[in-house]
RNA sequence: GCGGUCAUAGUAUAGCAUGGUAGUAUGCUGGCUUUCCAAGCCAGUCGCCCGGGUUCGAAUCCCGGUGACCGCACCA
């Protein structure tokens, strides 16, 4: 294996099931598609098991499974048909496409609201004579790229799309989980699932996808109350590493941040110190990762407050998390859209409730990971994939020393055994160090191995990934030995 | 989307200039050895990105497509 870093991660990735290119054996397979393999999966299945406890379970929230189509009306209302959409000039010589509002007030000075209809841009074209940034040739007419995947339903192909969010069909049902749910506020909705983005160019694998997942949390909460956050005394102490303009990315405790106002209130905070706690349990190491607050050019057009979560890799600082105060944008839109009210009451009051957002990329998260989980070890010529124990495809491999004796029959035996309650990987072949070294690179935490005593005391083996080292271990207690070291802390 | 580089087994690569259907390493499967950290031996297994053209013959040359990497642009 080569070293850590992108190159590692891949190879790994790609010779150890973990993930791959889509539409592997035809050759037209679109870019932005990749396939998660069976260990892949298996992680992305833990890493999931975790949010749900870190966060959707500690914070108290509702999980629901949405459509991945939607109609044309929630996109209406939710901004995206119309700033989802860029528009594009294309160099009818060489080519180049540029975005139109940016060509035209940097060439002429002239603002043009990006949601412009393209003939307002076609004016300012001709009217400035602006030409090709890069070859000055003609500009072909403006045309809006909408980046959300159309699909038609039905016989007459009636107008659809791919979700580019999660978070649209909580804003949605909104309304009926209130209602249905017994809700109060503030009362946070999370939901993990795909979406699809028609990116112009997708990159390094899991980084920038087409079709991808999302987890994410709208915590819904009356304006006014932005100081309550029940669970708030135990993450007080957590350390935010803050970063934003000029200040460095030092740690406050999230209750700092509330005090100074550095976040907008306690509940705020409270979330992104659940955050916090998540990855690290995640295995980032929290050295590595910050919180950025966005710039007012970065921020979405909707965002009030915003501060990426992110972490460093050999591709620079990646964005895993999106954290967004949206105010009153997407209720007010849907109720504006649908006619439907999303006003509730709290406490005799009547409010539209607020957006906090968590929206998180779980396929660069695992990417995050693995970059971080992955080891050389040169002292003892093996990689390690030192995932946390509980987030690892396969928790144990059952090895027999030798085939012969009846050892095979009884590591087959304790595979049987174990495999009800323990993802377990049973291996024969090959010599034993190879075997470990296969689990090694995986990320299995532990391995059981059946020898020649065995037989004698009913005893075998416990290898532990990270140390190399072995304990004796009762048959019978394996179950209990494993789930002890399996347990999140 | 533009420009540059590239595409050969599961993975990493040689071969391409000077066309004659592919080699190495590693992996994988089975066997021998019976062994606690990638030992050895034997046998086996898998490949020229896709489509078209030139040619008696294409991994190799030409055209088109697709993908990957890097830079630019994009990333509500």
Known sequence: ??????DGV??????RGFYFPSCGPYGDAPAGFWEYGPNGTAFKNRFLALWRRELVRRGGMM?????????????????????????????????????ADRLVAEKAGVAIPEAAEPAAFDAAVAEHGIACAKCGGALGGARRFNMMFGVGIGPEGERAYLRPETCQSIF????????TMRGKLPMAVAQVGKSFRNEISPRQSLLRLREFYQAEIEVFCNPARLDEAEGFPEVEGVKLRLQGGEERAGPVTAGEAAESGAVPGRLVAYYMALLALFYEKAGIDAERSRFRRLGEKEKA???EAAFDFEVETSAGWLELVACNYRSGHDLAGHAAGSGEKFEVDDGGEKVLPHVFEISMGIDRSLYAILEHSLREDAENDRTVLALRPYLAPVQVGVLSLVKKDGLKERADRI?????????AFLDHSGAIGRRYRRLDEIGAPYAVTVDHRTAQ?????????????????????LPDALRGGLRIP
């Open 63 to 99: 999980e629901i499974d949405g459509s991945q189509i939607m109609s044309r009306s929630v996109f209406e209302a939710s901004g995206h048909l119309a700033s989802f959409a860029d528009p594009v000039v294309k160099c009818g010589a060489c080519g180049s496409t540029f975005r």
């Open 172 to 179: 949605v049902d909104f309304p009926r989980l209130y209602k």
């Open 10 to 15: 891949m190879r790994l990735a790609l010779e």
């Open 301 to 303: 057009f909707y965002a």
């Open 415 to 423: 595979h049987r055994s174990l495999r009800g309650d323990f993802d």
């Open 457 to 477: 005391d009913g005893t075998v083996t416990l290898r532990s990934r990270d140390t190399m080292g072995q304990r004796r271990v009762a048959e019978e207690d």
């Open 1 to 6: 294996m080569t070293a850590a870093g992108y």
